[in-house]
């Protein structure tokens, strides 16, 4: 496999100087080690590892905000140990080490996983596939949680996030137990699997179980929810890639960075959450409204082109030297923040492709 991959990639950049390569669909130990094999020596990027990730953790900025308890306190149970759960978990530590300064280790005893097996533990009796080890816990003695109900008690979750593509995993008894360990906060639950006929449960499941107390986001689509006491409509959050692999192309394209760096990925989460406006912040909502979506990406593209300027990694002097004139408002933060100016948000705004509103605008003007 890595021999055919080699001869492709090496034929493509040769053909193509400059190009942007984004993996896609992989299976899980090939995504993780074709990403490690080139980030480096091309410009390319994994949808399903860090596209994910970087969407999920803007969707969990936003719910750690209306939870009701400190991030330090959060408590996250994992369903599903894929490409996609772990590049998530992977993305949602460093948030933590880097917006809440907990140590790397602390912030890594947050997360449980839950693969086919059971909670995944360092002594289970089984081999771990390498990308599990990292989550792998040291800490349970003999207990040994073989099903989601068992692990549900052990761990206490504060946040349930499902990606394990099995229909319905998040059942009422799941549902109502996760609101019942959470009287003194809001649940947070993300089905993220998609389509729908995988999809660990609906949003109008969660809203019904949790008594309309859930912060919500999924990987595909659901409709609105109407209160039925209230008449109050809700709106789910979908936490799809959608949001961020447009916008690292644009980026990409534009400042020609020399990688994809974990801290240009993170600061494109933070950008992505920042797009939130004041109703949809007003109603709790988790992610900008889809009818939005170009303008968030022109936001998300221009943080990008700020960060790699940044960093020391764009490539393209246009790009560097408007940066350099107009920096974001905390071009001086220690941290990725997601911040641009208006210059380069507009500069992008240019670049972006614009579909016809009709079919006479792509009918050449008679002169």
């Known amino acids: 496999f890595y021999a055919a991959t080699e001869k492709v990639l090496n034929g493509l950049t040769a053909a193509f100087p400059g190009i942007f390569i984004q993996f896609e669909d992989f299976n899980t130990p090939h995504a993780f080690g074709l990403l490690e094999q080139w980030r480096d ?17 803007a969707g969990f900025i936003s719910a750690i905000k209306l939870a009701g308890i400190p991030a330090k306190d959060q408590r996250i149970l994992f369903v599903g140990a894929g490409s996609a759960g772990v590049g998530v978990a992977k993305q949602l530590v460093d948030y933590l080490v880097i917006e809440h300064q907990i140590p790397e280790e602390q912030a890594k005893a947050m997360f449980w ?4 097996r059971g909670v995944i533990t360092a002594n289970r009796g089984d081999t771990l596939a390498d990308h599990k080890v990292y989550f792998a816990r040291q800490d349970n003695g003999d207990t040994q949680c073989k099903t989601l109900e068992e692990a549900l008690e052990y761990v206490k979750p504060t946040a349930l996030i499902g990606l394990s593509t099995i229909y319905k995993a998040f059942n009422e008894q799941i549902l109502t137990r996760m609101n019942e360990l959470n009287q003194e906060s809001r649940p947070i639950i993300f089905p993220l699997s998609n389509p729908k006929t995988k999809a660990e449960c609906t949003f109008e499941e969660a809203m019904r179980f949790t008594n309309n107390r859930v912060l919500f986001a999924s990987g595909t689509a659901f409709p609105e929810y109407t209160i039925p006491e209230t008449g109050e409509v809700r709106v789910p959050g979908q936490g799809n890639n959608m949001y961020v692999f447009p916008p690292i192309g644009l980026g990409a394209k534009l400042a020609k960075p020399t990688s994809i760096t974990d801290s240009l990925i993170f600061a494109v989460s933070k950008a992505l959450s920042n797009t939130l406006n004041s109703d949809e912040i007003a109603r709790g909502e988790l992610y900008p409204r889809i009818e939005r979506i170009r303008e968030t990406s022109a936001q998300v593209a221009a943080a990008f ?13 246009f790009w560097i030297d408007l940066v350099n004139a107009h920096p974001a408002s905390s071009a001086t933060s220690p941290t990725p923040d997601g911040t641009y100016s208006q210059a380069v948000l507009d500069e992008v705004s240019k670049c972006m492709w614009a579909p016809a509103e009709s079919v006479q605008q792509l009918i050449p003007t008679k002169l």
Do not use: K, P, W, Y
Request: net charge negative.
């Open 41 to 57: 020596r091309t410009l390319c990027f994994n949808d399903d590892i860090q596209g994910t990730g970087s969407v999920i953790l």
């Open 113 to 116: 996983f839950v693969d086919s």
């Open 305 to 317: 082109v700020h960060q790699a300027v940044r960093e020391g990694l764009a490539q393209d002097q």
